[in-house]
């Protein structure tokens, strides 16, 4: 199983970035997007099940993010818009095949993060 990310990079505040991440090789229930910000602990921000039909989001990034899944495809993506320095994390995809889920343990299968910095 590999899932790949990409996107990411230095944005000012008040602006946008894209993260996109395709898995392979795994028939994913679920698929979400997670962040870790230094001497934080990890959160998921957006989670979206397999038929795309179903989303969920933290409360910090309602109405700025959209997740997003192609159609027979397990590719996931992530929109963010009006970014604030508080964003700055480590975003990683991951991947669940046992429950949709927004927490981490129910997550199998995790890309190797990608650096969104948000600049004030």
């Known amino acids: 199983v590999q899932l790949v990310e990409s996107g990411g990079g230095l944005v000012q505040a008040g602006g946008s970035l894209r993260l996109s991440c395709a898995a392979s090789?795994?028939?994913?229930?679920?698929m979400g997007w997670f962040r870790q910000a230094p001497g934080k602990e990890r959160e998921c921000i957006a989670a979206?099940?397999?038929?795309?039909?179903?989303?969920s989001y933290a409360d910090s990034v309602k109405g700025r993010f959209t997740v997003s899944r192609e159609n027979g495809k397990n590719i996931v993506a992530l929109e963010m818009r009006a970014l604030k320095p508080e964003d700055t994390a480590v975003y990683y995809c991951?991947?669940?095949?046992?429950?949709?889920?927004?927490?981490?343990?129910?997550?199998?299968?995790w890309g190797q993060g990608a650096q969104v910095t948000v600049s004030s």
């Open positions: 979206v099940w397999r038929d795309a039909d179903k989303t």
């Open positions: 991951a991947v669940t095949t046992l429950v949709f889920s927004r927490l981490s343990y129910d997550y199998n299968y």
């Open positions: 090789e795994v028939s994913p229930l679920g």
